[in-house]
């Protein structure tokens, strides 16, 4: 896999305002690029490793996974239900996307796409460790989109 890419951010930039968790809360639009031809699905986790000092943990911000390899287009404000994939909870206790809301400064957020060989057979709210472990020998190839959101 080539890349993840966002047309409305690049990696390294600053993620719009109204991906935010406190302003519009939708996940920003994303684009897989080249992905392996022998990826059966996709997972996604989106996660803030510069939480771990102010919440003590990397804070998951969305997890999804079983994500047709066909659906290389994850357009703003996504359902996952529509392609027949699946969300967990979140760190704000609430399923699907968690925008950044950073306590105290600037955060970097992840957004990392994994293509897998396989179908995922998960309980029904993995944490993105629980589903790591599950993917574990089963990814093809991965790539990540980092950006910034102020506080």
Do not use: C
């Not at 996709?42 to 659906?71: M, R, T, Y």
């Amino acid at each position: 896999m080539a890349d993840l890419t966002s047309d409305t951010f690049d990696d390294g930039e600053r993620i719009p305002d109204r991906y935010g968790y406190e302003r519009d809360n939708v996940n920003p639009p994303l684009e897989i690029e080249d992905p392996p031809e022998e990826a059966e699905t996709f997972a996604l986790i989106v996660d803030d490793p510069d939480a771990v000092e102010p919440a003590g943990k990397v804070w998951e911000h969305w997890i999804v996974w079983n994500v047709p390899s066909e659906q290389t287009e994850i357009p703003e404000n996504w359902d996952p239900d529509d392609a027949g994939a699946y969300e967990a909870t979140n760190d704000y206790g609430e399923t699907g996307y968690g925008g950044p809301k950073p306590p105290d400064r600037e955060h970097t957020y992840r957004f990392t796409v994994f293509a897998l060989n396989n179908t995922l057979e998960l309980d029904d709210d993995p944490d993105a460790d629980e589903l790591r472990d599950a993917m574990e020998g089963h990814v093809i190839s991965q790539a990540t989109l980092e950006g910034a959101y102020p506080a």
